[in-house]
């Protein structure tokens, strides 16, 4: 799958302001994976709303509409598309929705609908995912046997699908923490960023430098507060927290993980960066935190100063770790890797980006 299902709490956040309920985020895989009128009747029946599912779909259809132009795609979605389309893979849209959505949902991607050989939409098959019909079908069309095919699931019901059809399933959960509910796929990565291709007889990706992946720059800054505390005390790494309030929107599009880049205090200088940003497995955090360490000595803390990030590159995914000692040493590998990198002209040139310019 290759949309973020933001968009859908988005409007269900709204809709049920209007009938006095509030959208529950622990909630949200009920829906993830159903057919349309599946998920709205697991909406009916959690919020308990006086109203059929058919009602709460025709009222909701022409807001879900309107939002199919902000859907992004999911960062490394595009690469993965151009990547196996270039090597001739044949690829398939397979997705519960009915057809005409589909196609309305991705014609806001640019090259998509031309990349696929075809789109199979729920209303397509008898019973949607988690029935492997849809699987079966798409093999079938392609003339090819289910167990060469390879499936790339965020969804339970898709992942069920994908296995029942005698297919070769990826997982890429699209709400987190949710990975130990995928145990029938045989992969759950973190993000399209993390998927191998070669693991699965496919070509590799060649885009990779220096155990670094480039990724379209994105910007985040504000001012420094104070995190868990634990960071030079338990580890001895510190790391300038930003607010996530101002960015939840932000966050949600850019997966957890480790990345690296440039960061500058408005006050001091551009300095090069290596953060995570996601739950910190190790320590189970109930937030999404971005966790940033600049490569520089300071003599003082710098809480309230307005820090700048421009993160340019992607190295691995958050993990845990069978000590403290060892989650350590790889965040020391991590900034080995990171600075090196930053020293490319690729990765280089952003210390210039006017968003680090200094303020005073
Ligand atoms: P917190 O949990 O409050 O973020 P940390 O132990 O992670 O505390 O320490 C982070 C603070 O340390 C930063 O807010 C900053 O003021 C200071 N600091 C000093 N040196 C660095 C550095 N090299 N990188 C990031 N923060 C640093
Ligand atoms: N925490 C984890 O639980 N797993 C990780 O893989 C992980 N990687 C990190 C990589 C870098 C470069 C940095 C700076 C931090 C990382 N952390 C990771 C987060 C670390 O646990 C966090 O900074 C402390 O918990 C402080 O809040
Ligand atoms: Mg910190």
Redesign the pocket.
Known sequence: ILFPDCIVSDVLRVYLVKHGKQWDGRRAHRIVGKTPYEAATAVVEDYKLPISADVLLSETSPIFSDQWCNIKAQPGANRLIKHLNGNGVPLVLASNSPKANIETKISHQQGWIESFSFIIGGDEVKSGKPSPEIYIEAAKRLKMDPSSCLVIEDSLPGVVAGKEAGMTVVAVPSLPKQSQHFTSADEVINSLLDFQPDKWGLPAFEDWVEGTLPIEPWYIGGP??????????VLG?????LSTEDYSHLLSDHPSGVYFGWASLATQGVYKMVMSIGWNPYFNNAEKTI????????N????G?DLHLVIVGYIRPEANFPSLETLIAKIYEDREIAEKALDLPLYSKYKEDSYLKKTV
């Open positions: 420094v507060i104070k995190g868990f505390g634990r960071g030079s005390k790494i510190p790391t300038a927290n966790e940033p360490w600049l490569l520089h000595d300071f003082e803390d710098f809480y100063e």
